[in-house]
């Protein structure tokens, strides 16, 4: 027996057979091909075209059926890659010019297209390379009459190994026998990561030396959750997993029966239950998995997947929309926060040594005031839609804060001046997220109406790791003390302002840190909404004095790790 260490993709723990499937190299022939054969070759990438397009919508039909519009959406790229002239365009002039046969120079251009946009430090650009590849691999497939061996064949229940799988491989598993996968590659927001979350596959991923290490037939544990794979397990841990698998199982049934009662604690207080999203696309998930507002609107992924900023009234239908649909819960919208791990080609953001301390969020919104009032317009208008709030990301200090909110002010006396109506009494929030905000949220209350935590950057501030860097991810601890008492701080001195405060950062949606943020005061937990039903029933499942109690206990001990013991002990106790 012998384990491996990988990412955590989605949860939950199955055990089966190993199930390896080889990575995909095609060998394509080249061939020269006379003058005469050029009119039957365009017509053979046609052919291929218009297969690999009916293959992608058969797909996206299908997992819009099982899984819903979200999950299906992922392929409006792939689409949009077999529509792209420039790449069909290079491929006929060069059949042309090469007068070879069109599989080899279309996996030329290809591959030219992938060394290509690899080059570019474009967070958004990068992650096309793999809707790239993916189209590319089923047109190859296409031009050379092959099927991708693997997936379609498996008839009993394994976990699949493979170096790396594609969003549409992951979707081809639906139905079929896979139980959980492992790959080498792949980290945690990936497409495979989250289609595997909507298939609620457990999925390991980043485990670089899995095809390596387990052979085809091995017997193996994946355990979703902590992102441990286990080979030819003994029977004593055979038996621990399988009786772990089976309780998790039936925990989730039970989550999900109960997602729609509300989020109060035993003694009644009542705690705001909301979600994350990225794209208006995100709002059904919502109420599918009993959340009723929006405590994060991560904005910036507008500005992406296009050519130049959008307008005004882009914004605008975008955010109504989204109010409308949530109405009567409120929506937060944050406003852009690029930067960091975000970038746009067509804004020139430079390139910097250290671009989490660079030019980000509000940094770049202050210094562009035309882009930041083009979106403020834009959530005052569709304020009267419903009930939006705004929030500004990556606040240091109250300057920052009173510089925003007077363009804000600004933006509000042009529209009376255009007549154009908006909520004069729109919310104004604050993420608390840099150290330096953590600590003088006090004086920040004088220019917010509440808070949100964005643990995510402040853990990464306060403890100097990198969120984006493996190699120190075992030094990132939401529960390290420094953390914890920076929220209570946080919380301290919002209450004692007579502002709520809430949490966005992936910590509000851990089950591990429910008590002790409800201990602290936190009056809104935001989430992705697949944790919801689970965080609600914690919260129901308590009382605010037990809640206090723990989190008090919890801040007196001296390591994360500590901390992360208790309380796990206290949630099984609470789950039992
Ligand atoms: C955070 O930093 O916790 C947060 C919610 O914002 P983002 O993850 O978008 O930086
Ligand atoms: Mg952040």
Redesign the pocket.
């Known amino acids: 027996m012998f384990s491996i260490k990988g990412i955590p993709a989605a949860p939950g723990i199955v055990i089966g057979k190993a199930y390896k499937i080889g990575r995909e190299e095609f060998t394509v022939p080249r061939l020269e091909i006379k003058q005469e054969e050029i009119p039957l070759q365009i017509q053979l990438f046609e052919e291929a075209l218009i297969q690999t397009r009916k293959e992608i919508i058969d797909l996206q039909k299908r997992i819009a059926a099982d899984m819903g519009q979200e999950p299906a959406q992922i392929f409006d790229a792939h689409l949009l890659v077999l529509e792209d002239r420039m790449l069909i365009e290079e491929v006929i002039s060069r059949l042309k010019k090469d007068r070879l046969n069109v599989a080899y120079i279309f996996s030329e251009v290809l591959k030219h297209y992938i060394e290509v946009f690899s080059k570019i430090e474009d967070e958004y650009l990068k992650e096309r390379i793999v809707d790239i590849n993916d189209v590319g691999k089923r047109i190859l497939r296409n031009l050379l009459g092959k099927k991708r061996i693997g997936l379609e064949e498996i008839s009993e229940r394994v976990v699949v190994v493979a170096h790396d799988l594609s969003p549409s491989d992951t979707a081809a598993m639906h139905k079929k026998n896979v139980c959980g996968f492992v790959t080498d590659i792949g980290g945690k927001t990936s497409h495979t990561a989250i289609m595997a979350k909507s298939l609620e596959i457990p999925a390991v991923v980043g485990a670089e030396s899995a095809t390596q290490k387990i052979k085809a037939g091995d017997m193996v544990i994946v355990d979703g959750n902590t992102g441990l794979i286990i080979l030819e397990p003994d029977e004593e841990t055979l038996k621990l997993y399988q009786s772990e698998s089976e309780k998790l199982r039936g925990i989730t049934r039970k989550f999900l029966e109960q997602k729609d009662l509300p989020a109060v604690t035993k003694d009644g207080k009542a705690i705001e239950i909301s979600a994350n999203i990225e794209l208006p696309e995100d709002v059904p998930a919502i109420s599918v998995h009993g959340g009723q507002g929006i405590g ?1 609107y ?1 904005t910036e992924f507008f500005y992406m997947n296009r050519k130049g900023l959008p307008t005004e009234e882009e914004h605008y239908q975008a955010y109504k929309y989204v109010a409308e649909e949530m109405n009567p819960h409120s929506v937060i919208v944050r406003t852009i ?1 690029l930067g ?1 791990d975000k970038f746009l080609s067509q804004l020139e953001m430079p390139q910097e040594m250290s671009p989490f301390l660079g030019w980000r969020a509000i940094r770049f919104c202050l210094a562009r005031p035309e882009i930041f009032k083009t979106q403020l317009r834009a959530i005052l208008r569709a304020s009267v839609h419903g009930k939006l709030k705004i929030m500004y ?1 990556m606040v240091s200090g109250i300057e920052e804060l009173q510089q925003a909110n007077a363009i804000l002010k600004d933006c509000k006396e042009e529209l009376k001046r255009e007549g154009k109506p908006f909520d004069d009494k729109i919310e104004v929030g604050a ?1 608390i ?1 840099v150290p330096s905000a953590a600590i003088t949220a006090d004086l920040l209350t004088a220019e917010a109406d509440f808070f949100s935590i ?5 853990i990464q501030y306060s403890l100097a790791v990198d969120r984006t860097n493996e190699k120190v991810a075992y030094l990132y601890d939401p529960a390290h003390p420094a953390v914890l008492r920076m929220i209570k701080s946080i919380i301290d001195a919002a209450h004692n302002a007579g502002i709520w405060v809430g949490m ?3 910590m509000a949606g851990d089950p591990a840190f429910a008590m002790i943020l409800l201990g602290l005061g936190l009056d809104e937990f935001s989430m992705p909404p697949q944790v919801i039903p689970q965080i609600k029933y914690i919260i129901r499942s308590v009382t605010i004095k037990e809640a206090k109690v723990f989190a008090q206990q919890a801040l007196k001990l001296s390591t994360g790790k500590q901390v992360e013991e208790f309380s796990q002990a206290k949630l099984k106790q609470v789950l039992a």
């Open positions: 994060l991560r926060d960091g990301p993420m997220e964005g643990t995510n950057d402040l966005c950062g992936e």
